[in-house]
């Protein structure tokens, strides 16, 4: 455990906030959204292409039914929130319209 995270572990148990002989996540705040996220995400994918178009022969198969899915999600899949765009397209447009260009922000 590093100083950072021995530091927070004693300021959360000095605060009642953690249980006798529970351990404190190292994780930071959000984190278990961005795991629920992931999660389903891969559940999609195997719903959609995995087990949908399986038997699967060979893992080249896979692959390309992976690149073809993951291709079709970001760049053909109209979702009715960004108003009927692709997630690119609408990523795209979204950083066009910005004032301050990424790489003056120090983002590129």
Known sequence: MNVVQQH???SRSR???EAPGIER???TVGDSY???LAETIIGLYKTEVIRRRGPWR???????ATLAWVDWFNNRRLLEPLGYLPPAEFEATYYRC???PAMVAGLM
Do not use: K, L, M, P
């Open 15 to 17: 605060a009642g906030h």
């Open 8 to 10: 927070h572990a004693r």
């Open 25 to 27: 996540s190292v994780g």
């Open 58 to 64: 060979h893992i080249d198969a896979v692959e390309f």
């Open 98 to 100: 910005q004032s301050t």
């Open 34 to 36: 961005d795991n629920a």
